[in-house]
């Protein structure tokens, strides 16, 4: 059984792409590799990416393969196959913008929608309007896979963000904005609460707002 180490990578050849050296790591600490591709061109590349199959070629596959889904599905031009292609610049593009907080971070596309734009389709549906974009739900860390993906409006996908405070009551487990809705308590009060009074989430949840005529007596007493 090969052990699949970077060092035991180099020289060996995954699809397209033939690996001459190892180059270092990049900002995530993840190994990268130097190759060269069938085609001709160098390409720079995270050695995991290359032993799971991510990786492939320098970006000729996709574009044969999308060019051949092209001529087949019609798709071209609509917002889904827009979406599909971001999709994979994101996680593969180690060029673009976007690669940092998708690709760099290790979320891929499982193989069946990464080649096949139709299967991708066929299970996601189509766009519900203008608003809507593709989303990764339940889990904002997960894979592109089937069960993971919504379309989903901008405010619907602010809420999915890593980025969000979750509290956990009575056996649900909710964003701060939500648990506001829910008790009609602003959310900078429920923060407020937890952080800079240290109540208890059961506290900064049900306790309820205080009303306050004029100036209040105390800056303590307004927070909450």
């Keep these: 059984m090969i052990r699949r180490t970077p060092q035991s990578a180099v020289g060996k050849t995954f699809d ?14 993840h190994m990268l590799a130097n190759c060269i591709c069938s085609c001709g061109n160098k390409w720079t590349c995270e050695v995991a990416n290359l032993w799971s ?3 492939g070629s320098c970006g000729c596959l996709h574009r044969e393969v999308t060019s051949s889904i092209a001529k087949t599905h019609g798709g071209t031009g609509t917002p889904e196959y827009a979406t599909w292609c971001r ?16 690709g760099g971070r ?13 299967a991708f389709l066929a299970h996601v549906g189509r766009r519900p309007g203008k608003r809507y974009s ?11 896979e089937p069960g993971n993906v919504r379309w989903t409006t901008a405010s619907k996908q602010a809420r999915n963000t890593r980025r969000n ?7 649900e487990r909710r964003i701060v904005k939500e648990w506001s809705e829910i008790f009609g308590i602003r959310d900078s009060i429920i923060r407020r609460r937890l952080d800079y009074f240290g109540w208890s989430v059961e506290k900064a949840l049900t306790t309820p ?6 100036n209040p007596t105390s800056h303590r007493s307004a927070l909450v």
Excluded at 106 to 118: L, N, P, Q, T, Y
Excluded at 165 to 171: I, K
Excluded at 209 to 214: D, V, Y
């Design 209 to 214: 707002k205080k009303e306050f005529h004029g």
């Design 87 to 102: 999709m994979i610049n994101r996680c593969y593009n180690q060029n673009s913008p976007d690669y940092p907080e998708w």
């Design 106 to 118: 290790g979320i891929s596309i499982c193989v069946e929608w990464r080649h096949d734009f139709a």
């Design 165 to 171: 405070r979750f509290l956990e009551f009575n056996g």
């Design 16 to 29: 397209r792409l033939t690996v001459i050296e190892l180059a270092g790591r990049n900002r995530f600490g």
């Design 53 to 55: 199959g991510n990786t």
């Design 134 to 144: 593709i989303d990764r739900y339940p889990n904002k860390n997960g894979n592109y």
